[in-house]
């Protein structure tokens, strides 16, 4: 019988809502984009986060938000680097706003702001979660929810950016469309792909699907073209001993140079000195057909999370430098108290809204 992990995911379609959580092991890069938004926690240890062009060092309980399909990659900096995260469809907010494929959030603590109630209430809610759906027996959904919802608000109301757009909804031909694009590029990446020839290809204007693929995606053509690259180069620098000049052009590249340029813009660092990195740690590597989560007898992360359920130490000493900014958190326990009773009337109000 398989040991119990520290894993559960639900849908609910009625609200729109697909999600998962888990504690897992952080290895070498795995380079990814999702529609999901994700928010994760290093519980143990010291990881590099890469997005946006930048590269993030994170500490024990520090925090950082992922949007929907921005790419990002994760590398253990230490031995034995845990992680907790969260993964959200962003349609749960469609019945609160009809821009909602437009919505980005802002969140990033270090040691100035990783104490900060807003993160405190953000890793108690996921802990409750969590714990609440431990095992398919003993579902609480009540519980689940109750960290749920409030991490929903929390996001909404405090680390939300003022954003603009398109809602990027489409019509089952657009998708349709999107599908054999994004088929394309993954048959065709280690060659010369352009919008223009596959625009002739499926009989379109290149400037029309060019838009199209940016609505339904989140990001355009030829970005996720060099994602899909990057992607496969960095398997190939962890699993196999392959030079770099052969590895750039087998991903596609154009040359050796556009290779180191594309991967330290992205990674912060060259693919000679990401390799080389892999000597000075051991840490998992990343596979396709795995997931390191930790299971549930795991003793440090059963503590851990247990920690996270207790506020009453909440440090508020440095809160006017805390990001963002605490506007309306200055909760105590009474309010705490209060929100907790009405807690199961919110639920279900929210749940009969109309979509």
């Avoid at 609440?132 to 996001?155: C, H, I, V």
């Avoid at 398109?166 to 089952?172: D, F, L, M, N, Q």
């Avoid at 196999?240 to 991967?263: E, M």
């Amino acid at each position: 019988m398989e040991t119990p992990k520290y894993f559960f995911q639900y849908r609910d379609d009625a609200q729109k809502l697909f999600l998962r959580e888990y504690v897992y092991a952080l290895g070498t890069f795995h380079y990814n984009w999702h529609d999901e938004i994700e928010l994760l926690v290093i519980l143990r240890g010291r990881a590099d986060i890469c997005t946006g062009g930048c590269v993030y060092q994170l500490e024990e309980d520090d925090m950082i938000l992922i949007n929907s399909n921005e790419g990002h990659a994760t590398l253990a900096r230490s031995a034995d680097c845990l992680a907790f995260l969260i993964r959200f469809s962003p349609t749960v907010f469609e019945a609160y706003d009809a821009n909602y494929r437009a919505l980005r959030f802002q969140l990033l603590t270090d040691s100035s702001s990783r104490a900060q109630l807003p993160y405190r209430l953000l890793r108690m809610y996921m802990t409750k979660m969590l714990l609440a759906m431990e095992t398919d027996e003993q579902k609480n959904l009540l519980q689940m929810q109750s960290g749920l919802y409030p991490l929903l608000e929390l996001l909404q109301s405090q680390f939300r950016q003022t954003a603009s757009g398109k809602s990027g909804i489409s019509s089952s031909r657009s998708r349709l469309l999107v599908q054999q694009m994004i088929q394309y590029i993954e048959k065709h990446y280690q060659e010369k792909v352009t919008l223009n020839s596959l625009a002739e290809q499926m009989g379109y204007n290149p400037s029309y699907l060019s838009q199209l693929f940016r609505d339904n995606v989140g990001v355009n053509f030829y970005d996720y073209v060099t994602r899909k690259r990057l992607r496969e180069s960095i398997f190939a620098l962890q699993q196999t001993d392959k030079k770099i000049l052969d590895i750039a052009a087998d991903s596609g590249f154009q040359d050796i140079k556009a290779f180191n340029t594309k991967f330290k813009e992205v990674f912060g660092r060259t693919p000679s000195e990401y390799r080389r990195s892999l000597t000075e740690i051991t840490v998992p590597r990343w596979s396709e057909s795995s997931h390191a989560y930790v299971e549930r007898e795991n003793s440090f992360v059963e503590q851990k999370l247990k920690s996270y359920l207790h506020l009453e130490s909440v440090d508020m000493s440095t809160s006017e430098n805390a990001f963002p900014p605490l506007r309306s958190l200055e909760l105590d326990r009474q309010l705490l108290d209060e929100i907790a009773l009405q807690l199961e009337k919110i639920t279900k109000q929210i749940q009969n809204r109309k979509i």
